[in-house]
């Protein structure tokens, strides 16, 4: 420790302790339960999300026995079908990977990698995931009341969604308005948090262009989130006061099995418009923070800085500005003013430039890196390969024109799989191979976390890539049954049997992940305080797990970026971003 | 969509503006070392809660932009029939004016460290906004008591839906308010107390400017306006 | 190293499942060949690219997988590189693009030869009315419908009179007229969708949308719904027959028009009343 030309670099006051706005849990049940302090939160949300998302993934079991085995399965319907899909494709988008990778991850890593002792508004932040627990709660009652669930597909079109022909009608949809209602309230003060942190608790010398891009990526992905789900809390609103109130904002003059409802004058793309200008940005919520922690997943486990860190960050907050202006690309075929095709397809097709930005700086992080084919760095290579693929296939259904016979098939099904389905999910998982040993202290098991990658990639990858042939066939999607279709060949049944069967066994083998996190908790091998050599901060805490307050006595300062990673000259290939320059200690003295 | 679009266009200008202020060009690489060799960067000196409260501000501003611009996109269909509006909405809004003034000599008098005309300015303004609130209520019996119901049609439901959303921010903005007046009755210091009423003051000005915008909007008189962006978008 | 071929493998298999899946379009039969053909060139380019940076992945998983000494370049950044990558990448997706737009243009701008065919949804079926010999369909409105008057037409209407209303049955087109088809429903979101057909649209109650092709084969063509309406929306089929004219004209004379049905209906239901009592 001992330099004699450090002085004048690093002779800066230690930064402030900090220790009077901390929040002092008093017994286990403001330490455990009704914590402030976000790593907590962190943990009760990625738990709460995975733990729905699981019944998310039986949904899809369900959906899939139906569709590759239509008619075997006498306990599903056409009404439980509908009511599936609507399920499945609600908790995934929102309520798991929404709810993980801004209050799971965010809660997680802001504070730890910018340097600050917890959230700013812990209350505020506890408040947050207690209502977006009641959302979930609100959500699963839905299975229990009469009627079941709505089954109006997850994108809740009226007037659809309100009317007896579909299930659910009666309680279903008014719940699931209220438990997004609730959900949103949640997120806007959980979203605060994560922005307010990033703009005001950064430790010393962490400039914006020195954060990693995790940060980067859930700091914008918040900022649009927080713009965004007013959309679909003012079509919630009003969709309620249209069920509830007899109100007709959405409700044209119809009638409903042959008898004429008293509504009348509403418009039903309105709600369309307001459910996309939430919807599309939506998709980008969930892939910025997922693009922002796979590029700090290559950089560690490839030893190598991320290629074009400058134009990853622009990129992203390129693709965050022009997500808002591309939503009605999902309504080429609404019955919306054609003119719009013109300007949407644009916007949408340009939006494909940052983003294909993005995908070369991954992969040319990998040349002439040092890769480690760790669990975190497969994931991350599935991440690219999934994304790649899902991104390509939305330049299909972007181009307004292409979108005609593909939009609502089983095309679009796939392509938003792939992208916004496996791809971040695969994010999600080497992100939690990569940091659970920083949460819980030890690693996670490698051999079986290969098995379960490699049976989820390829796996997956099986399910959805044949999938897209389907939708050109014209395979529409949301049919419990196709039936007797004179287009659709005797093949086309069997390739849905094989998806299905695909889709069981990949299911099966997140039992050996969920096994895995259970099992290493105690078993796992000591992981130390950084087993990955990385250089962001939260791998710099003085404890691991990091104690509360995260930081010991004194806030870290950060001398450096976040992906000083083999510097020519430096002994070690790694120089962690709280390290005094030109101190580059001798061999041996860090091990 | 319009409004929402020229709401967020707003919005982008502010975080690109702030954006440019924090040089995105530089090349961290190279910047090796300690803080105050390098320019720009170091997190907002603003308080917390003022930064929060205006991150807030822009969510709500968000939520109030698309009631609006639902309300112009269902405004062009023909068969559009605007309410009369009820005349108690213009004391309303001058009740409105006056609490919010009251907040700002609240902040004026913590800024001077008066006790007394910050514990004064308080509850003027918590009083008038009871009265708007209670005025919006008679605005809406007005209404009822003249046939022009709820359900009866959408421009209705669009009055009664967005004067109900207003006054719920504000309800909420009263329990604040309520508890900052309660501080400052038990005689709280008053530096302690100046962060909450400007936050206070700050949130009422906000919403005394989003109902400015409903009136214009439920008045009529943005239909000029809206037939301007009709066109252009046409 | 098996990484690295397996990678390879996912971007190989997904090329050769692509050239040999017997999975593809449906033979087309109209004049939206263009749309096919923007298809085929969006998947050449997405379908080089995909492979390209899968198999760069896999030579750099191959080629620099961690060994004993390894050590990473030390690249912060290559401006001209990006450079040239996005503007390889913008003039892509202009390429793209620009055709697309080219084909929007035709697929919204409806010739003036154009017949109307109007195709109204409701839970969940298919109803269809043509104009009869005046060529104008009648207004409509969903507060008409009635059991006299499923399709709401305006009975006020003189233009409506004559227009020719088939109910549960299929719709007879003739071969290489261009059609506008406009779209109403009177109950929820439907869309007509042929797959043969290509163009499909939304059927939006409250509204009438419309998009317009041209049969360019016979045949029979099944009718599916495309966007979701309710519990039955797998079973909402109909047909679209595309005859040559001559048949298309004997079909056309034995369908009842609005007036017919509603005399019809009036007769019925009066002979019933006189029979009861």
Redesign the interface.
């Known amino acids: 420790m001992v330099d004699v030309h450090s002085d004048v670099l690093i002779g800066m006051p230690p930064a402030e302790v900090g220790e009077v706005d901390l929040y002092h849990p008093r017994s286990w049940w403001t330490k455990y339960v009704f914590s402030q302090d976000a790593k907590i939160i962190a943990v009760q949300y990625s738990v709460t999300a995975m733990a729905i998302g699981m019944v998310a993934l039986v949904l899809s079991w369900l959906m899939r026995l139906q569709l590759g085995f239509p008619g075997v399965f006498s306990f599903i319907d056409a009404n439980q079908y509908l009511q599936f899909i609507t399920m499945h494709g609600m908790i995934m988008v929102i309520y798991l990977l929404t709810a993980l990778f801004l209050g799971g991850f965010g809660n997680y890593l802001i504070p730890l990698m910018v340097g600050a002792r917890d959230m700013v508004f812990p209350y505020a932040n506890m408040l947050s995931y207690w209502i977006y627990l009641l959302a979930v709660l609100v959500l699963v009652a839905t299975f229990f009341v009469p009627g079941g669930p709505t089954g109006a597909g997850w994108t809740l079109y009226p007037p659809q969604s309100v009317l007896s022909g579909t299930p659910g009608q009666e309680a279903g949809i008014v719940l699931m308005l209220l438990s997004l209602i609730l959900f949103i309230i949640g997120f806007t003060m959980g979203g605060l948090n994560y922005v307010v942190t990033v703009l005001q608790a950064r430790t010393r010398g962490m400039t914006l262009m020195r954060m990693p891009l995790t940060v980067w990526g859930i700091f914008t992905a918040t900022v649009m989130a927080l713009l965004a789900f007013p959309a679909l809390f003012v079509a919630a609103v009003m969709m309620l006061f249209d069920r509830l109130l007899g109100t007709s904002f959405f409700m044209p003059s119809l009638v409903e099995m042959g008898q004429q409802m008293k509504y009348g004058g509403g418009s039903p793309l309105l709600f369309q418009h307001l459910f996309w200008f939430f919807g599309h940005p939506e998709v980008y919520i969930v892939a910025l923070p997922a693009f922002g922690i796979v590029s700090d997943l290559i950089s560690t486990h490839a030893r190598k800085n991320i290629f074009g860190y400058r134009m990853m960050v622009w990129a992203i907050v390129g693709i965050g500005a022009l997500s808002f202006v591309v939503w009605a690309h999902h309504m080429y075929v609404s019955g919306m003013n054609p003119k719009f095709g013109f300007f949407f397809a644009t916007t949408t097709l340009i939006i494909a430039v940052p983003t294909a930005i993005k995908v070369y700086n991954w992969v040319l992080t990998l040349w002439r890196g040092d890769i480690h084919l760790t669990t975190p760095m497969l994931f991350a290579l599935a991440f690219i390969i999934t994304f790649v693929n899902g991104g390509l296939t939305g330049l299909f259904l972007g181009n307004v024109v292409v979108d005609v016979p593909l939009s609502d098939t089983m095309f679009v099904v796939a392509h938003f799989h792939m992208v916004m389905g496996v791809a971040p999910i695969m994010v999600v998982f080497g992100a939690i191979y990569h940091w659970y040993p920083k949460v819980t202290g030890r690693m996670l098991d490698e051999t079986l976390g290969r098995i379960h990658f490699w049976v989820t990639f390829l796996g997956a990858y099986a399910v959805f890539f044949p999938m897209h042939y389907l939708g050109l066939l014209g395979m529409p999607r949301r049919y419990h049954d196709i039936g007797e279709t004179a287009f659709i060949p005797a093949s086309a049944h069997d390739l849905n049997a094989f998806m299905s069967v695909a889709a069981l066994v990949v299911g099966a083998a997140q039992l050996v992940f969920v096994f895995n996190l259970i099992w290493s908790l105690s078993r796992g091998k000591e992981a130390g305080g950084n087993p990955w050599g990385a250089t962001t901060l939260e791998w710099q805490t003085p404890e691991t797990p990091p104690a509360h307050g995260n930081w010991g006595k004194e806030l870290p300062v950060v001398y450096r970026w976040a992906y000083d990673y083999s510097v020519p000259g430096a002994i070690r290939d790694f120089i962690p971003q709280n390290e005094p320059p030109n101190r580059f200690e001798p061999q041996g003295a860090h091990s | 969509m319009s409004a929402i679009v020229l709401f967020m266009a707003g919005i982008a200008a502010i975080a690109g503006w702030w954006l440019s202020q924090q040089r995105l060009g530089a090349k961290p690489w190279l910047e090796e070392g300690a803080l105050g060799e390098f320019r720009g960067g170091s997190a907002s000196p603003l308080p917390a809660a003022k930064l929060g409260l205006g991150v807030f501000l822009a969510v709500v501003g968000s939520l109030f932009a698309l009631f609006i611009s639902a309300y112009l996109m269902r405004m062009e269909s023909i068969d559009w029939r605007a309410l009369p509006v009820p005349r108690v909405l213009w004391f309303n809004t001058a009740v409105l004016i006056v609490s919010s003034g009251a907040l700002q000599s609240a902040v004026i008098a913590a800024r001077r460290d008066d006790a007394d005309r910050v514990l004064l300015g308080l509850l003027a303004g918590a009083v008038a906004a009871v009265v708007f609130l209670i005025g919006q209520l008679l605005a809406w019996q007005q209404l009822n008591a003249a046939g022009y119901f709820l359900a009866a049609n959408p421009a209705n439901a669009f009055f009664y839906l967005i004067t109900a959303v207003h006054g719920l921010h504000l309800l909420g903005g009263l329990v604040v308010l309520g508890r900052t007046t309660v501080r400052a009755w038990r005689g709280v210091a008053t530096p302690r107390l100046r962060l909450s009423v400007e936050l206070c003051a700050m949130y009422w000005h906000f919403l005394l400017l989003v109902w400015l915008v409903l009136l214009v909007l439920l008045t009529g008189w943005a239909d000029d306006f809206a037939a301007i962006c009709r066109q252009l978008l046409s | 190293m098996a ?1 690295a071929i ?2 390879l493998l ?2 190989v298999a ?1 090329v050769l ?1 692509h050239l040999f ?6 033979p087309i039969a109209s004049n ?1 060949r ?2 096919d053909d ?2 085929t060139m ?1 998947f050449w ?2 379908g080089a ?2 492979f390209a ?2 198999a ?2 896999a030579y ?2 191959f080629r ?3 060994k004993e000494g ?9 401006k001209r ?2 450079s040239w ?2 503007i390889g ?2 003039v892509g ?1 202009g390429a ?2 620009a055709p ?2 080219l ?3 035709q ?2 701008t409806v010739p003036a030869d154009a017949t109307e065919v109007e195709v109204m949804g ?3 079926r298919w109803s269809y009315r043509l104009p009869g010999k005046d060529g104008r369909l009648g207004t409509s ?3 008409n ?1 009635s ?1 006299d008057n499923p399709m ?1 037409l305006n009975p006020k209407d003189s233009n409506g009179q004559d227009d020719v209303i088939i109910e549960s049955d299929d719709l007879h087109l003739p071969v290489g007229k261009p059609v506008k088809v406009l ?1 109403r429903s ?4 439907h ?1 007509f ?1 042929v ?2 057909f ?10 009438v ?1 419309y998009f317009w092709f041209t049969p360019t084969r016979t045949g ?3 009718v ?12 909402m089929r109909s047909k679209v027959i595309v005859q040559e004219e001559k048949d298309y004209h004997a079909w056309l004379g034995q369908q009842q028009t609005f007036a017919e049905l509603l005399d019809q209906r009036r007769l019925a239901k009066a002979s019933y009343t006189i029979g009861s009592e």
């Open positions: 990484v397996i990678i996912v971007a997904s499942f899946s017997p999975w593809w379009w449906t939206w263009y749309i923007t298809i969006t380019i997405t690219v995909f940076v899968v760069f992945m750099c998983v620099f997988h961690h390894r050590r990473a370049d030390y690249e912060p950044e290559n590189l990006e990558l996005t990448t913008a997706v793209m693009l697309g737009l084909v929007w243009h697929f919204v409701q839970q969940w409105d969903a507060r419908v059991s709401g779209l009177i109950d929820v979101l869309d969708y797959p043969e290509r163009a499909k649209m939304d059927m939006v109650p409250g509204s949308t029979t063509f099944e599916l719904c495309a966007e979701l309406c309710g519990v039955a929306h797998a079973q």
